[in-house]
Nanobody, 127 residues
Framework: QVQLVESGGGLVQAGGSLRLSCAASGRTFSTYAMGWFRQVPGKEREFVAA????????YYADSVKGRFTISRDNGKNTVYLQMNSLKPEDTAIYYCAAVQLPWFDVVRTTENEYDLWGQGTQVTVSF
């Protein structure tokens, strides 16, 4: 079973950039569709971005479209979230998630469709 470890979070000023990474253990990473979610304390976890088993399909929340880019390197068992033009409202704990799917070009966009989660990494955007 794949295990997920996020990294790359931190403190950045508004307008800045960060790149999050999610490293997966195991030999079957390419069979998993991946997603990024975020959560602010006291609020529901929300979808940010998703990518299919290959890079054929990506999908973004409207709030991050045009600013964030999800990508993956199956050779390195890693999925990335490049975050540009960061805003204070992007402040949250960011989680990567995985779900094993038989299809190459399908993404999942809701929390309950994923069954593997990382521990999260904090992103703080200051004014």
């Amino acid at each position: 079973q794949v295990q997920l470890v996020e990294s790359g979070g931190g403190l950045v000023q508004a307008g800045g950039s960060l790149r999050l990474s999610c490293a997966a253990s195991g030999r079957t990473f390419s069979t998993y569709a991946m997603g990024w979610f975020r959560q602010v304390p006291g609020k529901e976890r929300e979808f940010v971005a998703a990518i299919s088993r290959t890079t054929l399909t990506t999908y973004y929340a409207d709030s991050v479209k045009g600013r964030f880019t999800i990508s993956r390197d199956n050779g390195k068992n890693t999925v990335y979230l490049q975050m540009n033009s960061l805003k204070p409202e992007d402040t949250a704990i960011y989680y990567c998630a995985a779900v094993q799917l038989p299809w190459f070009d399908v993404v999942r966009t809701t929390e309950n469709e994923y069954d593997l989660w990382g521990q999260g990494t904090q992103v703080t955007v200051s004014f």
